[in-house]
């Protein structure tokens, strides 16, 4: 929205703002722009507010089964034809912090020594190799994580795939009393800038060159998504579907359980299919928001849009997407961080689709409780493909929590001698001192609480099966 819907104060306020902004030498004319566009919008009070009643569910046609998809040729030319059509971008822009680890997130180590960069290069190959085809993988880092992956990409140098990076935008954080930028009250250091949430991902790609590089060697699609969630691979299915029926934007969606209640969901509205984030719902209707009943599917940011609508709509300044202020707290000075989503964006995208995907392509690995999953014989790995073991027969994964005791990855590792098996496994919640021994099995609900400060063993071969534990003698 244009400054002149402003108030005389926030006009004020933005004038300010863009003459500091004009003198940060750290960032380019391209971002500072967009900065300022960003905070333009914000001030506007340009909020998307949805009208409960005009809220439809999306039909087949709209969110497309998973199961409806025709299916692959067999003839592996077409497939070659199809796969060089495609780019596979990974969101690289977080840190390992939360877990405990430094630097990008996708170096932490996922399961037999591997990477989850690892992995998505081991898998893109293999798709390289078989068809003959040159699927390029693009990280888009942050000035975070953009250093470190410079020099861990190098040990893909000869790898049977193009690897290509760029930088997500840099804005700097807004102190949230005098709406001055942090960098300009002399904090020099990192904590002074944000990247601005991966609805960034359009215009950087285009400001980056990349996106006419790719469109120049003839690639039609992009497939994006979080470089953390190993269910997110190349799927055949999906991008023969998108190009026969000349979709530019796809959504993969996946039914709600419980654990996802607060996922963004895709709705009808107004004739268009939309993103619905729980920051939009009136108060009033959060806990119908987060009921399974009515939003039975939820976003997995795993997304395929269209190149060529990428760059009409970027050069046209037409993503604008809902605005998400973050507010936070650097060295106890309270700053606004104004930030947006790329699953927004699909309403803005001609025959723009959900696809409702099996829970299979969804597999995040957000904390150590989901590394015990994916590194435990519930899965296993082949040509860099994390697989589900089919003798478990409860769809559901088993749901686990482990006490803080176990959230840094090195601690993780180091209390268990070897991964448990947990193919009957339906619960599990650790809570204290607990170190677990090898070759152990747990089934069923298992319960382990070590008291106080005494430290409790789990010991070699154990078979735990519905037991609730809080001492040797419960063993």
């Known amino acids: 929205m244009a400054a002149e819907s402003l108030s005389a104060a926030d006009s004020e306020k933005l004038s300010k703002l863009q003459s500091a902004v004009a003198g940060l030498s750290q960032i380019s004319d391209s971002e500072k722009s967009g900065f300022i566009n960003l905070v333009s919008r914000y001030l506007s009070g340009e909020a998307q507010h949805v009208e409960w009643s005009k809220i439809q569910t999306p039909t087949d046609e709209v969110v497309v089964p998973y199961d409806s998809l025709a ?102 954080r807004l102190v949230a009393e005098d709406f001055v930028p942090l960098p300009c009250k002399g904090n020099t250091s990192k904590d002074g800038w944000y990247p601005p949430g991966h609805g960034d991902v359009f215009s950087s790609l285009k400001n980056s060159g990349k996106l006419d590089t790719f469109l120049s060697q003839g690639k039609e699609y992009v497939f994006v998504a979080n470089s953390d969630n190993l269910g997110a691979i190349v799927d055949l299915k999906i991008l023969k579907h998108l190009i026969l029926n000349k979709n530019e934007y796809c959504m993969e969606v996946t039914p709600k359980t419980l654990a996802d209640v607060k996922g963004g969901t895709l709705i009808s509205y107004d004739g268009k299919v939309q993103l619905l984030e729980i920051a939009q719902v009136p108060d009033q209707h959060v806990n119908e928001f987060k ?99 089919k003798a ?62 005494v430290k409790l063993e789990i010991p070699d071969g154990a078979v735990l099966a519905d037991k609730v534990i809080n001492g040797p003698e419960d063993i």
């Open 71 to 172: 299916p692959i040729s067999e003839d592996p030319a077409e497939t070659k034809e199809l796969l060089d059509k495609l780019v596979v971008l990974k969101l690289n822009g977080g840190l390992g912090t939360t877990m405990g680890c430094t630097g990008p997130k996708s170096v932490i180590e996922v399961r037999n020594g591997l990477t989850f960069l690892d992995l998505i290069v081991i898998q893109i190959e293999y798709l390289n190799s078989r068809y003959g085809c040159n699927v390029p993988l693009l990280l888009m880092n942050s000035f975070n994580t953009h250093d470190d992956t410079q020099k861990i990409v190098e040990k893909y140098a000869n790898s049977k795939l193009e690897i290509h990076t760029f930088n997500q935008s840099q804005y700097p």
């Open 392 to 453: 478990r027969s409860n769809p559901a994964n088993p749901s686990i929590e482990l006490g803080p005791e176990f959230k840094k990855v090195a601690d993780f590792l180091s209390r268990f001698k070897s991964i448990p098996s947990i193919i009957e496994l339906d619960s599990l919640k650790v809570t204290g001192n607990v170190w677990f021994g090898s070759g152990i099995t747990l089934k069923g609900k298992v319960v382990i609480t070590a008291q106080s400060v």
């Open 291 to 389: 009921s399974i009943e009515k939003f039975k599917i939820f976003n997995t940011n795993n997304l395929w849009v269209n190149l060529n609508a990428v760059k009409r709509l970027v050069e046209a300044d037409a993503l604008k997407m809902e605005i998400i202020p973050n507010p936070k707290e650097v060295n106890g000075v309270k700053v606004l961080q104004l930030e947006t989503a790329a699953g927004a964006a699909i309403r803005f995208f001609d025959h723009a689709i959900g696809i409702n995907v099996p829970r299979s392509r969804f597999l995040p690995v957000k904390a150590s409780s989901d590394l015990l999953l994916v590194q435990s014989n519930l899965y296993t790995l082949n040509d860099g493909f994390v697989i589900r073991n």
